[in-house]
RNA sequence: GAAGUCGGCCGGGCAGCCGCUGUGACGCAAGUCACGGAGGAAAGUCCGGGCUCCACAGGGCAGGGUGCCAGGUAACGCCUGGGGGGCGCGAGCCUACGGAAAGUGCCACAGAAAAUAUACCGCCUGUGUCCGCACAGGUAAGGGUGAAAUGGUGCGGUAAGAGCGCACCGCGCGGCUGGUAACAGCCGUGGCAGGGUAAACCCCACCCGGAGCAAGACCAAAUAGGGGAGCACUGGCGUGGCCCGCGCUGCUCCCGGGUAGGUCGCUUGAGGUGCGCGGCGACGCGUGGCCCAGAUGAAUGGCUGUCCACGACAGAACCCGGCUUACAGGCCGGCUUCCUCU
């Protein structure tokens, strides 16, 4: 997946994803990825500060485990707030 | 017990913590509490209807759909019951099942011939003969080809044959009986009409306006533009040689359209259910009690523990009725056939 980060004039972050069709034509699927992006987002919510984010997925995401997901978006999130100061920032 | 067939149902459970969302209550607010929160197919978007807007005198044509009969329904291409045909020992299953003597078209290959009819091998008669057969005529029973070849079986008949004649079956026509009907049965009659294909054109009967909730309605910034009234100047600019005229231009107020954004539509409905009644049934009627998702970047999730049979297909987006397709595994009931025991 691709994280793309710019900042915004708000006290919080703000969150977007991009789920197409092509990443599974299964409805379930691609909410149950959505849902944990959200989930993910909610739990470091505080990390982030103000940006506005974008989750970009692509299809080979689907043979992931939750587990596998959530470890990795921890990993984007901490990445992402490490670049606090360089503004726009693509991940 | 085995095999089968039909119908119905379930589609991980429990607990803790952290979330999302609707409604209600409380609160100035932040929020707190209570209750609710995806499916049998929510899917495909293939039919039918409601609802909304647009169009519309009536009729016809075109185009599309449906196609045995009766019933159910708001309606249907759906469902129920019945009839015909096919398959199965059976329960049961399948069925586009109107018209081919209204017309037109098409029928590959093979075959003599695929629809005007016709004769390859045969069979029979006659004539000729070099005894191998040839020619003329009759015939369509047999062989061969094909998905399909002018009704089937038997007897008579004949040179050989042929519905040529007869009996039975089939088919057409007429009548009677039963049935609301489709249709069935029986009686009489005709020696037989004459291939298939109508999900080929077509004919017949019946049905059908268009678009869709991003429908549609309401509130309504900023910016730009439009209309009206008043005031000011009796100004300025353009047109023109000049006057008149015409167009543009200032300020204030009012008006409507409308974009962003917001609100409604939005879930109480041909709703579901218990009982009773009517009906073989689909279903209908009466009555009691029930409220059962309503989001709008679009909620129904994450983590942990535990149990087991280790969890399939799959996510509402205006709402219903169907159809079709996908689906790990499991449960219940009716019926059929076979085997065994009593």
Redesign the pocket.
Known sequence: MTILAIPNDLQHPR????ISIKVS????????I???V???F??HQDLLGGRDLVVLVRPGIRSR???QL?SALDTHWRTIAAHAHTGSDSH
């Open positions: 969150l977007g994803t991009a034509g299964n409805a379930v699927q691609r909410n149950r959505k849902r944990l959200r989930e993910s909610r739990q485990s939750n587990q959530l």
